[in-house]
């Protein structure tokens, strides 16, 4: 247990007087234990620590070493980027992140790549990770068929995600660590964590070695259930030897694409007449989510499409699990009641905003008051938790609360202005539901840099951050 201290002059919510905060092992105490440590934070304000509820921990860290796509405008753009980094990189295979080739004016192909790169594997994975471009020195490294455009999509490309950037575990635990002190120093106190491998293993292996900045809730991928479930653990477990830090999260399914790679699952068709990819139909996500719920597990189950949420809210009042639907990018009107009356929640992503706006209007025309929903959602009673869906977004809450509140894009346009949310509301679902800190609480805090928060987004996305407090001891700041 950390020491006794009291934060002094500390407020507790904007224009409130400062009051004396005393921390007792890992909780805030009402009265300061003889012999604290007295830290003056001089009037700065003390909120809950802010959890990120969906992040693809490892993908995010090594996003840092990938070469960067996300601003190539075209095709050919983004090979010229790549045939530049070509000259000055000896990776195995070249690995770039980022892309959005939606808006392109022209598509890419492996023959682009081939041109500058006819002997080395090079693959560039989407911005949404639901696609991945390869070479044809790639597909044959990765022991591919040949493919038409080497743009292989969800399920042809999702199992090779590990595979096209492994790097030894030590390198990976490394960056990990790195990503989470980053983490820390943006509030940051929790993650959802639904990288694509046991999570289990890899954060009690990282948390044993020292990396002790996070909480962290393990998402179980079906691939691991049957282990999870043969060792006796629930949903909400502590996992054994993390500290208490790690605690066993939901069942992770993915029944449907992406906006990006327009294979989101939709009742409406696209304008090449598809309408998305509906990757785990209700035959098997019934059987598969009845089955975590009878062994004590949550869903956390991805739709983006109006009819994969249909689909995924359809199999929970089915089965009686309980859990999240994670995107909701787009909801029909008549399904939106469903969350508040299951008591599902709506796992939502703001900042996913900034990226889609324009596809959402030319993949998904007429239906734009009703995407990314929300301030409807909430109306109708949903509980909403945020994240970033790292490294789609970064892992930065200030970024996601801005964008929750301020449907300002960063050229000017407002987009769905009716969307935004009140800045407690945010507040309340990046904290698990608390906006002030309280006596009793577990002592995961933020300490601003500033006496009060600030209303514009600009504003709240450049949010300076002082101090961050894990379970009574600082993680980040001058202290830490």
């Known amino acids: 247990m950390p020491p006794p201290l009291v934060l002094r002059n500390a407020r507790t919510a904007p224009g409130a007087d400062p009051v004396d905060l005393p921390i007792t092992g890992d909780r805030i105490d009402a009265d300061p234990t003889g012999g604290a440590e007295i830290v003056d934070v001089e009037g700065r304000l003390v909120l809950p620590g802010l959890w990120d509820a969906h992040v693809h921990f490892d993908q995010w860290a090594l996003a840092q070493a990938a070469l960067d796509l996300s601003g ?68 044959q490294h990765f022991s591919l068929h040949p493919h038409p455009t080497g743009v292989l999509r969800e399920s042809e490309f999702m199992p ?17 660590d790195a990503a989470a002190r980053a983490a820390a120093a943006r509030g940051v106190v929790g993650v959802v964590d639904f990288e694509i491998a046991d999570n289990l293993a890899a954060w009690t292996r990282r948390i044993g070695a020292g990396t002790r900045y996070l909480r962290v809730r393990c998402g179980i991928w079906p691939r691991w259930l049957g282990a999870a479930i043969a060792a006796g653990m629930r949903t909400g477990d502590a996992v054994p030897g993390t500290a208490g830090l790690a605690t066993v999260g939901p069942v992770k399914v993915i029944v449907d694409g992406s906006l990006g ?44 499409g109006d009819h994969a949420c249909e689909h995924v809210l359809d199999a929970f009042a ?7 639907v994670e995107h909701a990018q787009l909801v029909a009107e008549r399904d939106v009641p469903r969350f508040a009356r299951s008591g599902i929640a709506a796992s939502i992503q703001p900042a996913h905003v900034y990226d889609d706006v324009d596809l959402a209007e030319r993949y998904w025309p007429g239906r734009t008051h009703r995407s990314f929903p929300y301030a409807t959602l909430h109306a109708a009673g949903a509980r909403l938790v945020l994240g970033s869906d790292a490294p789609v977004a970064p892992l930065d809450p200030w970024r996601t609360l801005a964008a929750a509140i301020d449907r300002t894009l960063p050229d000017g346009r407002v987009w769905h202005r009716e969307q935004e949310l009140e800045l407690h509301v945010a507040l309340a679902a990046s904290t698990g539901g608390r906006t002030r800190v309280t006596v009793g609480d577990v002592a995961d805090l933020v300490v601003l840099d500033a006496d009060t928060l600030p209303r514009s987004g600009a504003e709240l996305a450049a949010t300076a951050v002082w101090g961050t407090m894990l379970g009574g001891r600082w993680t980040h700041g001058p202290l830490a």
């Open 72 to 139: 190539a405008t075209s095709a050919a753009h983004a090979v010229s980027l790549v045939a530049a980094r070509l000259a000055v990189d000896s990776t195995p295979v070249l690995v770039a992140r980022g892309f959005r080739d939606g808006l392109w004016p022209d598509a890419p192909t492996a023959a682009a790549l081939d041109a500058i790169a006819p002997a080395r594997p090079v693959v560039a994975l989407s911005a949404d990770l639901h696609c991945a471009w390869f070479n044809t020195y790639a597909l």
């Open 160 to 176: 090779l995600m590990n595979d096209i950037q492994r790097v030894d575990p030590e390198v990976r635990d490394r960056l990990v």
């Open 261 to 304: 790679t327009r294979t989101a699952y939709c009742h409406e068709p696209y304008p090449d007449g598809e309408r998305g990819v509906l990757s785990v139909p209700p035959e098997q996500l019934q059987p598969l989510m009845r089955h975590a719920h009878d062994h004590g597990f949550e869903s956390a189950v991805h739709a983006i």
């Open 318 to 324: 089915a089965t009686g699990a309980h859990g999240s």
